[in-house]
């Protein structure tokens, strides 16, 4: 273990199913704009791929602020999924990314099976600029009265069921921690055809302003990331690599190259890295330096090599 | 441009004024580049802490290109502004900036500044400036008593007779808010006059409500919780105006907007 | 709001249903050991109740260390529940306890309804000495293969049932935060004929040993508690508080008094202290003293005058 | 019982290794009842932070009775202990303590102390009670390189002849483990010898196998990760020699505990 056995041949990259990346470490959506805002901080083309910000069919304008709380080692948003919607990403947003070569995953979001579905479809026509498509299943559900689909392992399934239908491009399923159990939700996007999961999105909190006696959050409620929540979703990553044979990718509360360590150990094939950015924004390629280094140290060849059996 | 995202160090480090502070650190490039009315992030957090998590915004209050230094006034109102003020000259602190949008350099016609409370802070950076191309305006600046103001205009050297000041509660120049001198400035002037002001929301919206019509142009800076200050997380929304729900986001599309682009 | 009107004449009373507390501040089980280890640092009879260590029917020695682990502005512990049995606890805590006039609130757990069921027995001997048995429904339900009844409506349901029947003491039900829908829970525990309930438990986290490769903890699973989980109890006790009519205990990371007073204005009618106690032995009395001159600044009269409507 | 919970002053801050400092404490009544082998707990975060959110636990290494100080070593390995190395003399920092049980004092027949790593601290608050009683001990310290001793007695005003000195790379006293020295005491001993030692497992076991029935007596002090330090939490156990899954907890039943009591 203490031994140092520098290595000059490590294999960084991975693939998630059908989805290649040059490295493990992924920009998380919301964390990182659509990429271009990070420019003057990170070499985007050194990192595994970017995630952009959530998008809808339509343009959003997001929740009333505030939007935006720090926490205990922990930050709180209800930015309300603010988004350009889906025509002007391709047209004003993509268009950058593909020419800067830049791995691009395009995360997605709707309030029916059926907005999935249409979302899928349109980006199916860039199918070679994109790289792959993450389901955020956290959302409300308006037929299922506004529970989110990621809650439930049908509501899960339904959706995952019918956009791996509509499309060529991989899909990640992004799982929603506020479940009584990750595995079985795991494995419902398993079932119905995904290609990756990725975990954890941010868990439901809120804070009060006690001066003004009501809600902090313009929204009342938020979701909480950051290091605060570093435990519960490296507990949930455990578990729903566990459960699944499909790749997994681990998010929440990584900040610095061992917390990537950890979540790799606990068997993701890949990271995401949100809250950090927002911190600090060069934090991932640190993050990936960090790892490298520390792979080399201790003779670790490649990714999954971390993992703990 | 110019964006610095890097540990600077702290050179000077003193208190002005009750929990006022003006902090002094060595980033030259930021000195260089940076304009009125920009800000820039600084981390508050121990070396191997992860709490406070997030950095603080200030405004730039001055800078001095000579010793290749920038200098923010802050109050200790929280846990970050706290932390910061323990600090000794010779700390590191991560640095990201400058930031955002400043105000307008080239006006014509008269021009009036407004600061209140420590959103004098950009109000003198602007003032130093014009000052420094030759221009001239009418500088107003309020505070709570007239020890917030006294040690921070040394700090910043800038002469009491240069500007007017208002107090709340008469220890220095005029008692009152800073919408006194400014109603009589405004009784006095043509349309042609630009106000750029900073300040607690309630006075950039009484500001807001005395200027209406009389001005051809009012900026403001605003406030709001940031996360990143540039631009990734959304999460510096602002409502603009008009009946549509849309929002601004102070950090890149300000903090300095035309008064007629949002509610104040 | 920014007035003082300093008021001599608050009332710092509660009633949780039949369970009346001196004031609302309660020291949370597992953190405060069996009372009497505190009596250097706080004065017990000062505060609400004390929630004594976790009982089980027989003695337990706990799980292999390591037990505990510092998480960013949290703890993970995985103390497995160790405990002197009820037996000893009647003979050799409960006295002290009693002797002292301390308002007690027992913890218990089991691994099936009939070991709740004994407990409250046993326990009903001394409903003198006792002002509630707080149950905690995070335990491994040994019939439903090990998932905690606390994390199913009907489990939660089936062992509170069972317990009213069998003592007069108060039943607190205690639920666990691994949810997906907490007011599912809070509601079963009210059809079953819960007195009052205290949330939250601890969240299910883990950390890694990344030079041993191997889970840090000696259980691999923790309990996560402190300021890290606070927005996210914070967030439970609000929707408990709207599902249920029987009192709320808010409990989660609340290190200072403004998170006492987010607590209650979220809902609660009375909170627990519980990790700030293991930092600084003190902290409930600190806490006890900011909320009181919280509510006298601000002219509340009364702990249910802060709640958000 | 005196048991402190209160924030006390830094008053003696100095590096005295590589990564090692000792670090002096204003706290009177500490000093005044603390005895060989007790521990403090110590709150290293800044004050309206969060994080690190435990106190971190060190051995008493010596008092000063004059200046109503304790003395403490470290060495920086983590996040709590690099934050500790920061702050300046005149720094508040919350101190509990002192805890736990110590060494036995009154111990019939030959006493050998052993000391490794940072093990040394309590061995020298030890070495310095016997002393100063007027008894005598046979006292052996052992690191990893001269430099990570000689500042430490130094420090402490234990003079080199006084002691038996190992390092591993040989740079001060004699090369090799303490077990080295151990051993030729014990070679030389009848029964009635009591040993007294702290210093990382891998030591403590190796001076259990050593000793193993030719001492009376062998105290250990060992340790764990702590939350409280004083017996609420249940965290700091350590398995019990014997059949039965039984535990002892460090902070309370030790963390000295007769070697006999518990698996090493
Ligand atoms: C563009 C801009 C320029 C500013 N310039 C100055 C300046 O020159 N001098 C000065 O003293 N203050 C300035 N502020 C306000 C300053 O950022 C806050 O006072 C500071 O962040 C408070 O931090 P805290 O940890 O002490 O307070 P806490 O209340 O403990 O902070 C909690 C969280 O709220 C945020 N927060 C609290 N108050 C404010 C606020 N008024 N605006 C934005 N975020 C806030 C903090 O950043 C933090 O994320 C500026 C704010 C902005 C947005
Ligand atoms: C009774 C006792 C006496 C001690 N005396 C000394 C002493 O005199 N000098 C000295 O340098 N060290 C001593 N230690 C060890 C010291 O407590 C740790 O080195 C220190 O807590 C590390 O903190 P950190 O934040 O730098 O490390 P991190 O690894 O960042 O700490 C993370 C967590 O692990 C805990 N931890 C890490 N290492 C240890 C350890 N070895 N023992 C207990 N907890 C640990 C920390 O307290 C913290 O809770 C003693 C430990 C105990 C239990
Ligand atoms: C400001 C902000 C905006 C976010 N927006 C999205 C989003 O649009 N879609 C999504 O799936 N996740 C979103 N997330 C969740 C993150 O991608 C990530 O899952 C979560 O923050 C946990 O990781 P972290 O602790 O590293 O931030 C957002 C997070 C933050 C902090
Ligand atoms: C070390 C430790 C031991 C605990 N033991 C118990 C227990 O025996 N029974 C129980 O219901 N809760 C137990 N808890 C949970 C606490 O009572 C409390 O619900 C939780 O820690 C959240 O509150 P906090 O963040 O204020 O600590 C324990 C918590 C800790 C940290
Ligand atoms: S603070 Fe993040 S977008 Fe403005
Ligand atoms: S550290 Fe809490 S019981 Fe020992």
Same mark, same amino acid.
Request: proline share 5%; hydrophobic share 40%; with cysteine.
């Given at each position: 273990?203490?031994?140092?056995?520098?290595?000059?041949?490590?294999?960084?990259?991975?693939?998630?199913?059908?989805?290649?990346?040059?490295?493990?470490?992924?920009?998380?959506? %919301?964390?990182?704009?659509?990429?271009? &805002?990070?420019? /003057?901080? $990170?070499?985007?083309?050194? @990192?595994?791929? =970017? #995630?952009?910000?959530?998008?809808?069919?339509?343009?959003?304008?997001?929740?009333?602020?505030?939007?935006?709380?720090?926490?205990?080692?922990?930050?709180?948003?209800?930015?309300?999924?603010?988004?350009? %919607?889906?025509?002007?990403?391709?047209? &004003?947003?993509? /268009?950058? $990314?593909?020419?800067?070569? @830049?791995?691009? =995953? #395009?995360?997605?979001?709707?309030?029916?099976?059926?907005?999935?579905?249409?979302?899928?479809?349109?980006?199916?026509?860039?199918?070679?600029?994109?790289?792959?498509?993450?389901?955020?299943?956290?959302?409300?559900?308006?037929?299922?009265?506004?529970?989110?689909?990621?809650?439930?392992?049908?509501?899960?399934?339904?959706? =995952?069921?019918?956009?791996?239908?509509?499309?060529?491009?991989?899909?990640?399923?992004?799982?929603?921690?506020?479940?009584?159990?990750?595995?079985?939700?795991?494995?419902?996007?398993?079932?119905?055809?995904?290609?990756?999961?990725?975990?954890?999105?941010?868990?439901?909190?809120?804070?009060?302003?006690?001066?003004?006696?009501?809600?902090?959050?313009?929204?009342?409620?938020?979701?909480?990331?950051?290091?605060?929540?570093?435990?519960?979703?490296?507990?949930?990553?455990?578990?729903?690599?566990?459960?699944?044979?499909?790749?997994?990718?681990?998010?929440?509360?990584?900040?610095?190259?061992?917390?990537?360590?950890?979540?790799?150990?606990?068997?993701?094939?890949?990271?995401?890295?949100?809250?950090?950015?927002?911190?600090?924004?060069?934090?991932?390629?640190?993050?990936?330096?960090?790892?490298?280094?520390?792979?080399?140290?201790?003779?670790?060849?490649?990714?999954?090599?971390?993992?703990?059996? | 441009?110019?964006?610095?995202?890097?540990?600077?160090?702290?050179?000077?480090?003193?208190?002005?004024?009750?929990?006022?502070?003006?902090?002094?650190?060595?980033?030259?490039?930021?000195?260089?580049?940076?304009?009125?009315?920009?800000?820039?992030?600084?981390?508050?957090?121990?070396?191997?802490?992860?709490?406070?998590?997030?950095?603080?915004?200030?405004?730039?209050?001055?800078?001095?290109?000579?010793?290749?230094?920038?200098?923010?006034?802050?109050?200790?109102?929280?846990?970050?502004?706290?932390?910061?003020?323990?600090?000794?000259?010779?700390?590191?602190?991560?640095?990201?900036?400058?930031?955002?949008?400043?105000?307008?350099?080239?006006?014509?016609?008269?021009?009036?500044?407004?600061?209140?409370?420590?959103?004098?802070?950009?109000?003198?950076?602007?003032?130093?400036?014009?000052?420094?191309?030759?221009?001239?305006?009418?500088?107003?600046?309020?505070?709570?008593?007239?020890?917030?103001?006294?040690?921070?205009?040394?700090?910043?050297?800038?002469?009491?007779?240069?500007?007017?000041?208002?107090?709340?509660?008469?220890?220095?120049?005029?008692?009152?808010?800073?919408?006194?001198?400014?109603?009589?400035?405004?009784?006095?002037?043509?349309?042609?006059?630009?106000?750029?002001?900073?300040?607690?929301?309630?006075?950039?919206?009484?500001?807001?409500?005395?200027?209406?019509?009389?001005?051809?142009?009012?900026?403001?800076?605003?406030?709001?919780?940031?996360?990143?200050?540039?631009?990734?997380?959304?999460?510096?929304?602002?409502?603009?105006?008009?009946?549509?729900?849309?929002?601004?986001?102070?950090?890149?599309?300000?903090?300095?907007?035309?008064?007629?682009?949002?509610?104040?």
């Amino acid at each position: 273990m203490g031994e140092i056995r520098e290595l000059s041949d490590i294999n960084l990259e991975v693939s998630l199913g059908p989805i290649r990346l040059k490295n493990p470490v992924m920009l998380a959506s %919301g964390t990182c704009g659509y990429g271009r &805002e990070l420019t /003057p901080h $990170l070499d985007l083309n050194s @990192i595994g791929a =970017v #995630v952009v910000k959530g998008i809808s069919l339509e343009p959003r304008p997001g929740n009333p602020p505030p939007r935006i709380f720090e926490t205990p080692c922990g930050l709180l948003n209800a930015i309300g999924l603010e988004n350009v %919607g889906v025509k002007a990403f391709l047209t &004003e947003k993509l /268009p950058w $990314l593909k020419d800067q070569g @830049i791995s691009t =995953v #395009v995360n997605i979001l709707g309030n029916s099976v059926e907005e999935y579905k249409r979302l899928c479809s349109i980006l199916s026509e860039e199918s070679q600029s994109i790289l792959a498509i993450e389901i955020n299943v956290s959302c409300p559900n308006v037929k299922a009265g506004g529970v989110a689909f990621g809650r439930t392992p049908e509501g899960t399934y339904e959706v =995952v069921r019918h956009v791996v239908e509509v499309t060529e491009i991989p899909i990640i399923v992004k799982l929603s921690p506020n479940v009584t159990d990750i595995t079985s939700i795991a494995q419902a996007a398993q079932d119905a055809g995904a290609h990756a999961i990725s975990l954890i999105n941010t868990i439901l909190a809120m804070a009060i302003d006690i001066e003004k006696k009501r809600p902090l959050l313009g929204n009342t409620f938020g979701g909480l990331s950051g290091p605060a929540i570093k435990p519960i979703a490296l507990r949930m990553v455990w578990e729903a690599h566990r459960a699944v044979d499909i790749p997994v990718i681990g998010i929440g509360g990584i900040s610095t190259w061992k917390d990537a360590v950890e979540f790799l150990m606990a068997g993701a094939s890949a990271i995401q890295i949100g809250t950090a950015t927002l911190v600090e924004p060069g934090s991932a390629k640190k993050i990936l330096d960090g790892l490298t280094r520390f792979m080399r140290q201790k003779g670790y060849r490649e990714v999954e090599a971390l993992w703990i059996d | 441009m110019v964006l610095v995202d890097r540990k600077c160090k702290i050179i000077h480090h003193s208190q002005v004024g009750p929990e006022v502070y003006v902090l002094g650190i060595d980033a030259v490039d930021v000195a260089k580049h940076a304009l009125p009315g920009q800000f820039v992030m600084i981390g508050v957090r121990g070396k191997s802490a992860f709490d406070p998590l997030l950095r603080r915004p200030f405004s730039i209050a001055w800078t001095d290109h000579v010793k290749g230094m920038i200098f923010i006034f802050y109050r200790v109102v929280g846990r970050g502004t706290r932390l910061l003020s323990e600090y000794m000259p010779g700390t590191g602190l991560e640095l990201l900036g400058p930031l955002g949008r400043g105000f307008s350099l080239e006006v014509s016609g008269r021009r009036i500044l407004v600061g209140g409370g420590l959103g004098i802070a950009p109000i003198i950076f602007l003032y130093k400036w014009i000052k420094a191309s030759g221009a001239s305006a009418t500088c107003i600046l309020g505070a709570r008593t007239g020890d917030e103001l006294l040690g921070a205009l040394k700090a910043s050297d800038i002469s009491l007779e240069d500007v007017i000041i208002t107090t709340e509660d008469g220890s220095l120049g005029k008692k009152g808010l800073v919408t006194g001198p400014l109603a009589k400035c405004l009784d006095h002037i043509g349309g042609d006059a630009t106000i750029q002001a900073c300040g607690p929301a309630p006075m950039l919206k009484a500001v807001s409500n005395l200027s209406n019509h009389k001005v051809r142009l009012l900026e403001v800076s605003l406030e709001s919780y940031m996360a990143c200050g540039i631009g990734l997380c959304l999460g510096c929304a602002h409502k603009k105006r008009g009946d549509s729900e849309e929002y601004v986001h102070i950090c890149k599309d300000g903090p300095v907007f035309d008064a007629r682009d949002v509610v104040l």
